[in-house]
């Protein structure tokens, strides 16, 4: 089964950028949507299609994806970006396609 | 404007089976497809299946085959989760999620999220 790898946790002081990856096997040939979780919410989508933006969501948010890692980036971190953030994928690589999500990263702003 | 609205809170038994429902509102329901994820305490995100709420067609993750259900009611624009046989593993909060379609084309992303039943199955 395919596997996402994300860093567990990941502190950025306000005003500096903070950059999650996402790890795969080969992710840059499948597109990567992201999401932004706050404790006892819903997720909320931040990126689709490895760098598009959803209305709504501030350009502080990017997205990268190329080789075996995919990258969120959010430049000027404020203090409503602290959430878990988690990659997704679509494999349909073997028999069974599902999608699959990553491990979910934790930000914290200093 | 477009919101998902997931029925309340459950306790089960092991052994039961619980249903969940997610009514849609603020855009055409059956030109969507309705994905269900669900997210165990501490845990990550988990993807269980999909129905496309147009023709009524399912797609299950393997791991559920078999114990899940997914349906929908078109007069009602709501769709339906039932997971049969509960163990204590299937603790979570199980989400509704509407498919980010793209050129009417299915994307596998979730744009539009249900606020989440809490389902805790313990003797």
């Known amino acids: 089964s395919y596997v996402l790898t994300q860093p567990p946790s990941l502190s950025v002081a306000p005003g500096k950028t903070a950059r999650i990856t996402c790890g795969g096997n080969s992710i840059g040939t499948k597109s990567v949507h992201w999401y932004q979780q706050k404790p006892g919410q819903a997720p909320v989508m931040v990126i689709y299609?490895?760098?598009d933006r959803p209305s709504g969501i501030p350009e502080r948010f990017s997205g990268s994806n190329s080789g075996n890692t995919a990258t969120l980036t959010i430049s000027r971190v404020e203090a409503g970006d602290e959430a878990d953030y988690y990659c997704q994928v679509w494999d349909s690589s073997s028999d069974h396609s599902y999608a699959v999500f990553g491990g979910g990263t934790q930000l914290t702003v200093l | 404007q477009v919101q998902l609205v997931q029925s309340g809170a459950e306790v089960k038994k092991p052994g039961a089976s619980v249903k969940v429902s997610c009514k849609a509102s603020?855009?055409?329901?059956?030109?969507?497809?309705m994905h269900w994820v669900r997210q165990a305490p501490g845990q990550r995100l988990e993807w269980m299946g999909w129905?496309?709420?147009?023709?009524?067609?399912?797609k299950y993750s393997q791991k559920f085959q078999g114990r899940l259900t997914i349906t929908r009611d078109t007069s009602a624009s709501t769709a339906y989760m039932e997971l049969s046989s509960l163990r204590s593993e299937d603790t979570a909060v199980y989400y509704c999620a509407r498919d980010k379609m793209y050129s009417s084309s299915v994307v596998n992303a979730f744009d539009i999220w249900g606020q989440g039943t809490v389902v805790t199955v313990s003797s």
């Open positions: 129905i496309n709420a147009g023709n009524g067609n399912t």
């Open positions: 603020g855009y055409t329901f059956t030109t969507y497809t």
């Open positions: 299609y490895d760098s």
